[in-house]
């Protein structure tokens, strides 16, 4: 079984986020970023696959801050081999991305009849949709988000996967080979590597560069601007020590009948 | 401006989303403000029973189909795509939620034109239509413009109230003839959730825990807090993928939809897939170290703290007050 994981990153938002001098972006000087949440997950489901199946891992994502240290961790968790896509990244929008990675793999010769093509069922920052639908389109294969459980199917070629819908429903539904499919939570928790183990593969293994013909790449839709949030009715807050709050809310839950 | 706008109706078990009378009343807005035509599309195996309610829409054009029992993206872009085409028209509005995920996408593939996502207000203003998205958690927005009507807007479920548009007028129907393809995309079975510990939806209070709670063992402290003022415990996403809190506490997008007497939400950031689970909460009190989480925009009541400091403390004193 052959995995190929698309990764991404992604400001991290328990930082400030301050908005540029051209109201269209953000400060750059301001972000830390960090791997897409859900492109974690998908990384976590593609190691749980390869354990339980075995086959390869691929793990791919665009030139980014910080990106080396998430591909080097997905080395340590059990990837066979990262790559990192070189280039100036203003913008991570999904229908760019999947022309990218696209190319990447056709150029790579990565689909195979039973090709897995793993990603995060969503990110922060998907103003214009999901990856894993544009990249679909693309290759033609049937893709399915918001994924929590992928299994193979004893015939080799297809898997049956539980994706959410709403109030705690899920469906189960059975997906031919190769797929795009977009994980939303892992079975498992993403697994904890110690830094320890990261410095090590650091040493011996080494992250691929691959540089990706930027023709024809879909512009993406124009920001007018951004802004923070405003006129939105904020909470009134509750100042004082522990004690002073703790005697304040008691109040409120008596005057509202709640306790 | 362009001739019409089409909306989709999601539906699920025989039940119209609340989603679909959130489009219904935004998009019937931007038709009565441009002269545009509304046209709503329903499809599903019978679509008969969903009709009345839908009056809002100028036309609804159903699609009935075997293969139409469950949601199925690729083949609503496919009719979308369909009737867009035979309609001449270029500008949809889909929902941004998990069962109807990736509509948008293949459309805006299918017709070549934008997706518009994590919109909260669409509107018509000077010829042209905007959209605000909420990004980055709900930290930060943006304001997008269309200026020939060419796209498809996803609609952040939560972002107008259903009531705008509901109505007891039975709509005008035409049928749609669709041939539909074969899928490789095959449906089993639907999963209920195991309620059988707790509904949390039937709660009053509700006592719920994000990431900033920080650890498993600090669950105790809401455990603790529950067991002196009543209700239960439940959880953002984080917390479940996590594990330390089983499926069923879920609140959210893909948790459950609550509408307790007090909703305490405990190192909760208030991203809009929470939001979108408990906006509705009759009391809403936010204890969180950061002064900028979304969640004090949604909140009555909001404490910038720790909350190792002040829940023992609050549960202290809720004992002492109820004796």
Redesign the interface.
């Known amino acids: 079984m052959n995995i190929v994981v698309l990764l991404k990153m992604v400001?991290d938002?328990?930082e400030?986020?301050k908005?540029g001098d051209d109201f269209k972006s953000?400060d750059s000087d301001w972000l830390r970023y960090i791997l897409s949440?859900s492109d974690e997950?998908a990384l976590e489901q593609a190691i749980i696959l390869k354990e339980k199946y075995g086959g390869t891992i691929t793990a791919v994502a665009p030139e980014a801050p910080e990106v080396d240290d998430a591909l080097y961790s997905a080395l340590a968790k059990g990837a066979d081999r990262v790559v990192k896509i070189k280039g100036e990244w203003d913008i991570y929008r999904?229908?760019g991305l999947a022309f990218v990675f696209t190319r990447f793999i056709e150029i790579n010769n990565l689909l195979g009849e039973h090709t897995l093509i793993l990603s995060g069922?969503q990110a922060?920052?998907?103003?214009?949709?999901?990856l894993?639908?544009?990249l679909?389109?693309?290759l033609g294969?049937?893709?399915?988000?918001?994924v929590t459980s992928v299994q193979y199917n004893s015939d080799g070629n297809s898997i049956?996967l539980?994706?959410?819908?709403?109030?705690?429903?899920?469906?189960?539904?059975?997906?031919?080979l190769p797929?795009v499919i977009g994980i939303?939570?892992a079975e498992?928790?993403p697994r904890y590597i110690p830094i320890a183990k990261i410095r090590s593969i650091m040493k011996t293994q080494k992250i691929e560069e691959i540089e990706i013909p930027l023709e024809g790449v879909p512009p993406g839709?124009?920001?007018?601007?951004?802004?923070?949030?405003v006129g939105?009715?904020?909470?009134?807050?509750?100042e004082g020590n522990?004690?002073e709050?703790?005697?304040r809310?008691?109040e409120?839950?008596?005057e509202?009948?709640?306790? | 401006m362009a001739n019409g706008i089409i909306i989709y109706i999601e539906h699920?078990?025989g039940i119209i989303?609340d989603i679909s009378f959130e489009i219904l009343g935004a998009a019937r807005k931007i038709a009565d403000d441009t002269g545009m035509t509304l046209y709503a599309v329903l499809a599903g195996k019978t679509v008969d029973s969903l009709l009345p309610g839908l009056g809002k829409a100028d036309l609804v054009i159903t699609i009935e189909d075997d293969s139409l029992e469950?949601p199925n993206?690729?083949a609503i872009a496919d009719i979308l795509n369909d009737v867009g085409s035979a309609k001449g028209i270029t500008l949809f509005m889909v929902g941004g939620?998990?069962?109807s995920?990736?509509i948008?996408?293949?459309l805006?593939?299918?017709q070549k034109i934008?997706?518009?996502?994590?919109c909260k207000n669409v509107r018509h203003e000077n010829g042209c239509i905007?959209a605000t998205?909420?990004?980055?958690?709900?930290?930060?927005?943006?304001?997008?413009?269309i200026e020939d009507s060419k796209g498809v807007f996803?609609i952040y479920p939560g972002s107008y109230k259903s009531e705008a548009g509901k109505s007891d007028k039975f709509p005008q129907t035409e049928k749609f003839d669709y041939k539909p393809k074969v899928?490789?995309?095959?449906?089993?079975?639907?999963?209920?959730?195991d309620?059988s510990d707790v509904d949390i939806?039937k709660e009053?209070?509700l006592v719920s825990v994000g990431r900033g709670i920080g650890n498993k063992d600090n669950i105790s402290l809401a455990e603790e807090l529950v067991a002196v003022?009543g209700g239960a415990v439940s959880a953002s996403?984080?917390v479940?993928?996590?594990?330390w809190l089983p499926?069923?506490r879920?609140v959210g997008?893909?948790?459950?939809?609550v509408k307790p007497?007090?909703y305490l939400a405990l190192g909760i950031?208030g991203a809009p897939e929470h939001v979108e689970g408990m906006k509705d909460s009759?009391?809403?009190?936010?204890i969180n170290k950061?002064p900028?989480a979304?969640i004090?925009?949604?909140?009555?009541?909001?404490?910038?703290?720790d909350i190792e400091?002040?829940v023992p403390?609050?549960t202290?004193?809720?004992r002492n007050?109820?004796g």
């Open positions: 400001p938002v328990v400030e986020l908005i953000l949440e997950h999904a229908p069922s922060i920052d998907d103003l214009e949709g999901e894993v639908y544009y679909a389109e693309r294969l049937p893709g399915c988000c918001v049956t539980l994706k959410e819908f709403s109030a705690g429903l899920r469906g189960e539904f059975e997906v031919s797929a939303q939570a498992n928790p839709i124009a920001i007018e601007k951004l802004f923070e949030p939105l009715e904020r909470a009134e807050f509750l522990p004690e709050v703790s005697r809310l008691v409120i839950f008596s509202k009948g709640i306790i | 699920l078990k989303s469950m993206p690729e939620t998990n069962v995920s990736g948008g996408a293949i805006s593939s299918k934008p997706l518009i996502n994590l905007l998205n909420q990004l980055f958690g709900g930290k930060i927005f943006s304001e997008i413009k996803c899928s490789k995309i095959k449906f089993n079975k639907i999963i209920e959730p309620l939806s009053d209070i003022l996403r984080p479940i993928d996590q594990g499926l069923n879920q997008k893909s948790g459950m939809i007497k007090l950031s009759s009391l809403i009190v936010a950061d900028a979304p004090f925009n949604f909140a009555h009541y909001g404490l910038c703290a400091d002040i403390v609050l202290e004193s809720i007050k109820k």
